[in-house]
């Protein structure tokens, strides 16, 4: 299981609680995630479903590489942070 | 008579304006904070959208079916996942169209035979439907897999986008959307075929043997005449354009003072000889001649314009409109027009005056009256 956290200014828009889900990749990990809570899935992902542009996400404190795929690896017990890329203004 | 009532989009909120007693105030802001950049009111069911665009969130889209007291987040249009191996064409600019939502810049309600139905057209230049009120949404395949549409370019974005669609009150097969840059396409089929129309147009931006290509022009902004919607008008990036025959051809009106430049234009729903603008120093500068807020104002169908500036301001004023922020009432009386400076001005009499409802609201994308 992982636990996702999300950055408090998205949750004006939507409610994203913190949460533990199971996933081996950040993809995986998402789609548990956004099952629970599809609305904020287009919050996140764009409708290709990569990472939005101005999203930045973070596993263990390291940015990940794979904004298309989402296919860096988390492993048990790790932390996703979801935040904004100070990009976005 | 129902109280008159206008939404404003800002990068602030969106405003609503309405005329009591003898006065215009703001009545309700929703969304405040947040990026509205359209609105748009049904007439057939009441309904308001209101088109946000977050940022780092995406873009969304809300209706409210009590007038706005009350909103409610609905389907976003989404594109489609790009086929395996398929390379898109790269434009003038040499960024291909991504397939992915970047702006709503157009909503039209369907015709009075269709209920439930609307369009929305967005930037990379994806045309969207949907049949519910905007539950759901499906892009117009026959539009975007035309091999002429990735030959669009961004004016002004990144990315081409649909600034205009006009559904043919007569007919509802009849569209007419206006794209930055990519001319006139006009529907006669309800979507399942469509052809430029912007012969007449000219792009002084291309290289000569090319100013007269159908698809690399840039209107700004498409009206028609409800009463006789095959009147057209653009303010297109070249200046003033007018087509009498459904957009099958388009003529040049030249000569307009102070400038025949701008992005805003409104039609008259009564009278086919009516139309207004609201023009600006062309094209690199854009901001209003010798900082006089004026909007230009034809009655005889492009034949003379007359410049209105009574109760604009005329001194240092540097107010840009933007191409969704003039509208008029179904009267033809009454029109709003929003500024990028955030002042909004309301007319009663068909442009002749004008009143400052506030000069002190966020920037201003669009405004949009109610109609019955």
């Not at chain 2, 609105?39 to 007038?67: C, I, W």
Request: hydrophobic letters at 35%.
């Amino acid at each position: 299981m992982a636990t996702v956290r999300f950055t408090r200014n998205i949750q004006r828009h939507v409610t994203c609680p913190t949460l533990e889900v199971p996933g081996a990749t950040l993809r995986e990990v998402f789609d548990a995630y956004f099952a629970g809570n599809e609305r904020a899935r287009g919050y996140v992902l764009d409708d290709g479903g990569r990472l939005r542009h101005h999203m930045a996400a973070f596993i263990d404190g390291r940015q990940i590489d794979d904004r298309e795929r989402l296919s860096d690896p988390v492993a048990p017990g790790a932390v996703v942070d979801i935040v904004q890329a100070l990009s976005g203004g | 008579m129902t109280v008159p009532r206008c939404h404003v989009s800002t990068r602030k909120g969106l405003f609503t304006i309405e005329r009591g007693a003898g006065a215009w105030s703001i009545t309700r802001t929703r969304f405040l904070g947040d990026n509205v950049t359209l609105a748009l009111h049904d007439a057939r069911s009441g309904h308001l959208f209101a088109a946000l665009n977050h940022g780092h969130f995406g873009v969304k889209l809300h209706r409210s079916e009590d007038g706005g007291a009350m909103w409610k987040e609905i389907a976003a249009p989404k594109y489609p996942p790009k086929p395996e191996g398929y390379v898109p064409k790269a434009p003038a600019e040499g960024v291909p169209a991504d397939w992915s939502l970047k702006l709503i810049w157009a909503l039209a309600a369907g015709g009075p035979g269709e209920p439930g139905v609307l369009w929305c057209g967005t930037l990379p230049g994806g045309l969207f439907r949907s049949e519910d009120n905007g539950d759901s949404w499906t892009l117009n395949r026959p539009l975007w897999d035309d091999p002429r549409r990735e030959e669009w370019f961004g004016g002004g974005a990144d990315h081409p986008g649909i600034h205009s669609v006009l559904v043919d009150p007569r007919d509802a097969r009849h569209v007419t959307i206006g794209v930055s840059c990519g001319g006139v396409w006009t529907t006669r089929d309800g979507g399942a075929n469509w052809e430029p129309t912007a012969t007449g147009m000219r792009a002084e931006f291309m290289p000569p043997e090319r100013q007269f290509e159908p698809n690399v022009q840039d209107p700004h902004m498409l009206a028609h005449c409800r009463a006789n919607p095959d009147v057209m008008w653009a303010q297109h990036h070249n200046g003033i354009f007018k087509s009498a025959d459904g957009a099958r051809s388009w003529t040049e009106i030249t000569g307009v003072q102070p400038s025949t430049f701008g992005f805003a234009v409104a039609a008259h729903p009564r009278d086919e000889g009516t139309a207004w603008f609201v023009p600006a120093v062309k094209d690199e500068t854009r901001y209003p001649a010798e900082g006089r807020v004026v909007v230009t104002r034809t009655r005889d169908g492009g034949r003379t314009f007359e410049t209105l500036s009574q109760g604009l301001p005329q001194h240092h004023a540097y107010d840009l409109v933007y191409r969704h922020a003039l509208d008029v009432d179904e009267t033809g009386d009454w029109l709003a027009c929003g500024s990028t400076t955030g002042s909004l001005w309301v007319s009663e009499d068909g442009g002749d005056s004008w009143e400052t409802i506030s000069s002190n609201l966020p920037p201003i994308y669009a405004v949009c009256f109610e109609r019955p």
